[in-house]
């Protein structure tokens, strides 16, 4: 079985020397040395000293509204075509949902819609960066105008928008570490932010709320990133580079392969841009479900992404109105395997099985 995604990790023996200093310092938690490490790593990737670790994207996602200090009731406008994390967070924090429909070409929040969908009750923004594909980040901007704008760039560590890093767009910036992830610590985040302040309120938010006094100043929780995660992140965000270069390359192949085939489609990458192609989904305007068996009669595994958030029973209270391309996305997209570590002749044989699928006579 060719697997859909599949974690590329460091040599063991690396890993396990980081262990040794972990079990010497008897500190297993607590923001020590390799949480530190880790985050001064991806603060120099980023360009910017505002951002810290968390114990998972989800954590960081309710932390980075909870940063906001918005009021319970208010509205958020976000993407029904995105993982269900992104409005777990708004709603456990007493936030309510309000769904817009995406650009069928990117994938990502239509600015267009996300506007329409402001009303005076509306306090936060939220995109996704999806499968590591840059929101328009300018054109949401002009949508949210005095709002603060919130991404959940959990596909997104090593993307940029028009020259500027993935996390350093928006008011508040969530990553997430886990092992779908290209830089991994088995599970964990980060949260970038954009002004000291909201720093700020993002260390005490991750810590229980308080900071070292047993004080809180406000209502946190427990998000800090053991030791044990860290240690994995500072051997793996050494690899982000290569990473998103190779998946930009299997991404390629893949397109060069299918090119011209009737009836499949790619996720629009504007070109002053870079994805990490996290996932690489192929649209496809008919028969989206028979290409998925051919290939799992193959041995290739697929994956329908994302499921839209306003059908899910939890979310249903708030789908107030159709999102005709947010549906016709999930009923048309199917995720392919792409992952650091899938060998070109393997693209080559998923390609071949999608060509003859669409090409071949009708079983």
Known sequence: MIPVMRPELPPLERYVELLRDIWSSHMLSNFAEFAQRFERRAQEYLGTPRVRSVASGDIGLMVALKALDLPAGAEAVVPSFTFNSTVNAIVWNGLVPVFADIDPATLCADPADVARCVTPRTRVIVATHVFGNPCD??????????????????????????????????????????????????????VSAATDDLMRRVEYARAYGFQGDYESHFTGLNGKLSELHAALGVLT????????ARRNA????????????????FQAVDPRDRSTFKDFGIVCERDRDGLEARLSEAGIQTKRYFRPCHTMRAFRPWATRGLPATEAAYARTLCLPIFNELPDADVDTIATVVRRHFTAPSR
């Open 137 to 190: 980040a300018d054109r949401l901007r002009q949508a949210a105008g005095e709002l603060p704008l919130v991404f959940d760039a959990a596909h997104g560590f090593g993307s940029r928008f028009r020259g500027r890093a993935v996390g350093t767009l928006g008011d508040v910036e969530v990553f997430s570490f886990s092992g779908t992830k290209l830089v991994t610590t088995g599970e964990g985040g980060l």
């Open 237 to 244: 965000i050494e690899m982000v580079e290569r990473a998103v």
């Open 250 to 265: 299997i991404a390629a192949r893949y397109r060069d392969a299918l090119a011209g085939l009737p009836g499949v489609s």
